[in-house]
């Protein structure tokens, strides 16, 4: 996968190669990320994953088992792009906007996955929250990573650049383009940075 175009999480391409619980995960994702968890049926997933239903049930029990296992493997895809974006723009606080304007500038881009999901499915399935709760706040810890160690409010301006992010990824979720979101994560990426130098 090139992480400079694609969405960062959809980097394994089906293949029959994979272990069929492995190509059950990747194809729910694609699904999943795409159309929505509850608009994607457990037959839509075995018909594209090529595998018996029989297989497809004892690796996932019920959906909420595949629904889980889908938000833990996006997790794990989005942070190792999103660590290597930042650093490859910059790794300062600058380095957000054009990270996520590759991102943001995908076909797959459907928005955020987590947010989507506790929308989703977060009434019924706790431990779509648990997951989305964690994953805010691992990308927030890397965003504190690319400010100043010696800010004194590094933990509340990282939080407040997360927050920035989350409505930057909704914005671009909607508009035309992703512009507006990225000019507006960028104002909100200078203050914070003007004020930390301060």
């Given at each position: 996968?090139?992480?400079?175009s ?10 029959t190669?994979l272990?069929p619980?492995?190509?059950i995960l ?8 795409r ?10 997933v075995i018909a594209e ?12 029990p019920?959906k909420?088992d595949?629904?889980?296992?889908f938000?833990?493997y996006?997790h794990?895809?989005?942070m190792?792009?999103?660590e290597d ?7 300062d ?5 054009p ?11 459907r928005g955020?996955?987590?947010i989507?999901a506790?929308v ?11 997951i989305s709760r964690r ?12 400010l100043?160690?010696?800010?004194r409010t590094a ?5 407040a650049?997360a927050?920035?992010v989350d ?5 671009a979720q909607?508009?035309e383009?992703?512009d507006?979101?990225?000019k507006?994560l960028?104002?909100?990426v200078?203050a ?7």
């Open positions: 996968m090139d992480n400079h694609s969405d960062p999480a959809l980097s394994t391409a089906l293949s190669d272990p619980a492995e190509r990747v194809t729910a994702h694609a699904l999943f990320y159309d929505g968890i509850r608009a994607t049926g457990i037959d839509r994953s090529g595998v018996a239903k029989k297989t497809f049930y004892r690796y996932y019920a909420n595949l629904i889980v296992a938000l833990e996006r794990r895809n989005w190792t792009w999103f974006a930042v650093k490859r723009h910059g790794a606080a600058n380095a957000l906007v990270a996520l304007a590759e991102w943001f500038e995908s076909d797959e881009y955020c996955a987590f989507n506790v989703e499915v977060g009434g019924t399935l706790p431990e779509a929250v648990d994953h805010k706040l691992d990308m927030a810890a890397v965003i504190r990573t690319l100043p160690t010696a800010s933990k509340a301006d990282a939080r650049l927050m920035a409505g930057a990824i909704v914005g909607f508009e383009s992703p507006m979101a990225l507006s960028a104002r909100v200078k914070i940075t003007d004020t930390a130098k301060g």
